[in-house]
T-cell receptor, first 111, second 111 residues
Framework: DTAVSQTPKYLVTQMGNDKSIKCEQN?????MYWYKQDSKKFLKIMFS???????INETVPNRFSPKSPDKAHLNLHINSLELGDSAVYFC??????????FGSGTRLTVV | GESVGLHLPTLSVQEGDNSIINCAYS??????FIWYKQESGKGPQFIID?????DKRQGQRVTVLLNKTVKHLSLQIAATQPGDSAVYFC??????????FGRGTSLIVHP
C-alpha cells in the first residue's frame, strides 16, 4: 500500500484554468503538507495542516488553497493558473514532528 | 526564520568510495535534522535523522554527524554504489515541526 498517494501524477493545463491535486495518507498521521519543487529542485513549504491549525507560507499566492475533508486527505486547489505555477508539487505527512513521508509528486505544466 | 544550505550542488564519486554531503543551517534553536534522498521522478525518501541531543547517528552504510557549535551537519555514505545516485536534501526543523529544506546536492556515482 502506498503510504502517501497523490493524483494525478501529471497535469497539463492552460493558463487561467482552475485545477485540483488530491492527496491521501494511510499512515494515521496527524499533519499533512504541500510542498512546491521548482526546476532547480528547491523544495518550498506551501501549507501545513492538522485538525487544529492551518499554517500558510505567506509567500504563497491566495490562488492556492488547501482543502481537507478529513485528517487523511489534503487536497490542493489552484485558481487562475499562471505559467509560473509550473512545478512539481509534493504532498507529505507526519505525526507531530517526525516520520515525514512524501508522495511521489504531481508534475504541473501550465501552457 | 531558518535558512538551510548545502555546500555543493553536485558531488561526483567513484563506486566504492565514501561520499560526504554537507549542510549548514542558521537557527541555533533547530533541534531536528533529517536527510532525504530523491531519485528521478520520485518524492524525497527518508534516509536518517538526528536530534540535537546527539552528535552522531549511524544507519546502514550511512552516518549523520551534527555539529551544533558551527551549525553544520553531514551525511556520510560508505562504499557508495550506483544506486546511491540521487539528489540529497537536508531538512531542519525546530519548534514549528515544519522542516526547512536546503537546496539539494546531486550525487553522481561513476562505475
Amino acid at each position: 500500500d502506498t503510504a502517501v498517494s497523490q493524483t494525478p501524477k501529471y497535469l497539463v493545463t492552460q493558463m487561467g484554468n482552475d485545477k485540483s491535486i488530491k492527496c491521501e495518507q494511510n499512515l494515521g498521521h496527524d499533519t499533512m503538507y504541500w510542498y512546491k519543487q521548482d526546476s532547480k529542485k528547491f523544495l518550498k513549504i506551501m501549507f501545513s495542516y492538522n485538525n487544529k491549525e492551518l499554517i500558510i507560507n505567506e509567500t504563497v499566492p491566495n490562488r492556492f488553497s488547501p482543502k481537507s475533508p478529513d485528517k487523511a486527505h489534503l487536497n490542493l486547489h489552484i485558481n487562475s493558473l499562471e505559467l509560473g505555477d509550473s512545478a512539481v508539487y509534493f504532498c507529505a505527512s507526519s505525526q507531530g514532528g517526525s516520520g515525514y513521508t512524501f508522495g511521489s509528486g504531481t508534475r504541473l505544466t501550465v501552457v | 526564520g531558518e535558512s538551510v544550505g548545502l555546500h555543493l550542488p553536485t558531488l561526483s564519486v567513484q563506486e566504492g568510495d565514501n561520499s560526504i554531503i554537507n549542510c549548514a543551517y542558521s537557527n541555533s534553536a533547530s533541534d531536528y535534522f533529517i536527510w532525504y534522498k530523491q531519485e528521478s521522478g520520485k518524492g524525497p525518501q527518508f534516509i536518517i535523522d538526528i536530534r540535537s541531543n546527539m552528535d552522531k547517528r549511524q544507519g546502514q552504510r550511512v552516518t549523520v554527524l551534527l555539529n551544533k557549535t558551527v551549525k553544520h551537519l553531514s551525511l556520510q555514505i560508505a562504499a557508495t554504489q550506483p544506486g546511491d545516485s540521487a539528489v540529497y536534501f537536508c531538512a531542519v526543523s525546530g519548534g514549528s515541526y515544519i522542516p526547512t529544506f536546503g537546496r539539494g546536492t546531486s550525487l553522481i556515482v561513476h562505475p
